[in-house]
């Protein structure tokens, strides 16, 4: 069993950051990514809301250039996925899907979000099949096309326009009278030949056999189904925090998320959350960053022998 002051579970933003913020303090620090460097950063075409990049970066810029820095600080990386974590001592036990287990001081959880599915008929049969959550992975093959975006938000908004440049036709599908993307994407999206809006539109089913042939959808306030033909479909419907690995060792919120103090500590000494899975978040690579690095301070100064102090509303599971 090999021994870290800290281990961070995430290669995201969060992650990355705290890695980065751990090592620089001097911490003997692992970062355990998974099997993809930088998470859901990764498919983002224009990240545009991170300070210093006047024009946008694209993900897979911006988070191999992060991993650079951690490395270049001192952290250590593992592409594995952590598949349990339990208390240990005055410490943590953190057992990857190898069957290595590591053991550390402070644990920094920054594990992300997945995708929220549709939870339609035709989803699950038709996955890679037509479905897909990134634009800029698999955007090249809908070229001339006319193609499927559901949601409302920045995801969905921001696929939707990185289609758009890549040659498709987009129709946005959302349940909402209103979307709720950021003015600066709904304005773009407002000025695309390529894009058409459908509010108040309810996806019901995905069509097709072996591919997707089109979805079924229908009028938000009632009304009779419609059968829309499509090439394929992006869903953006928000995230679902993958904190499974915390479930039965603290008490979630009612998304499913882990309440932290403003120093990002949970209600476990030792145990610190970052990014998206923490309750509160707003969910932006900015604020990602902003959590992992104090994260990292909280994790120092608690290495150093400072009191775990972050009282909680919620308590201990």
């Known amino acids: 069993m090999s021994e870290h002051d800290v281990i961070v579970a995430g290669g995201g933003m969060a992650g990355l950051s705290a ?11 692992l970062i355990v990514t998974g099997p993809t460097l930088g998470g859901q950063m990764m498919t983002i075409e224009g990240i545009e809301d991170f300070p210093g990049f006047a ?3 694209t993900g897979y810029d911006l988070c191999p250039s992060l991993q650079i820095q951690a490395t270049e600080a001192g952290a250590a990386f593992s592409m594995e996925e952590v598949a349990a974590l339990e208390p240990d001592g005055d410490g943590w036990s953190v057992a990857l899907d190898s069957g290595a287990t590591h053991r550390a001081r402070a644990v920094i959880l ?20 037509g479905i897909s959550h990134c634009a800029s992975c698999d955007g090249p093959l809908f070229r001339d096309q006319l193609v499927g975006v559901v949601g409302g938000g920045d995801s969905a908004f921001q696929e939707a326009l ?3 440049q890549l040659g498709s036709r987009v129709v946005v599908l959302h349940r909402d009278a209103e979307p709720h993307a950021q003015a600066v994407y709904r304005d773009r999206v407002a000025a695309s030949e390529q894009i058409e809006v ?8 995905i069509l097709g056999e072996s591919r997707v042939e089109g979805v079924r959808v229908r009028p938000a306030a009632g009304g009779d189904p419609e059968d829309l033909e499509l090439g394929g479909l992006f869903p953006c419907v928000g995230l679902v925090p993958r ?3 915390v479930a039965d060792l603290l008490d979630l919120d009612d998304e499913g998320r882990v309440p932290t103090d403003p120093l990002m ?5 030792g145990l610190l959350a970052a990014g998206d899975i923490r309750a509160d978040s707003v969910r932006q690579a900015i604020t990602a960053a902003g959590d992992g690095a104090t994260a990292a301070f909280a994790a120092h100064g ?4 400072g009191a775990w102090t972050g009282e909680l509303d919620r308590a201990v599971a």
């Open 198 to 205: 459908r509010p108040g539109t309810v996806v019901e089913e």
């Open 243 to 245: 904190t499974g690995l």
């Open 55 to 57: 024009d946008g970066i």
């Open 19 to 29: 890695g980065t913020f751990a090592a620089r303090l001097g911490l003997s620090t």
């Open 302 to 305: 608690w290495l150093a022998g």
């Open 265 to 269: 500590r949970t209600a476990r000494p």
């Open 110 to 129: 920054a594990t992300g979000s997945g995708f929220r599915p549709l939870g339609v008929p035709g989803e699950d049969r038709l996955m890679g099949r």
């Open 162 to 164: 990185a289609l758009a």
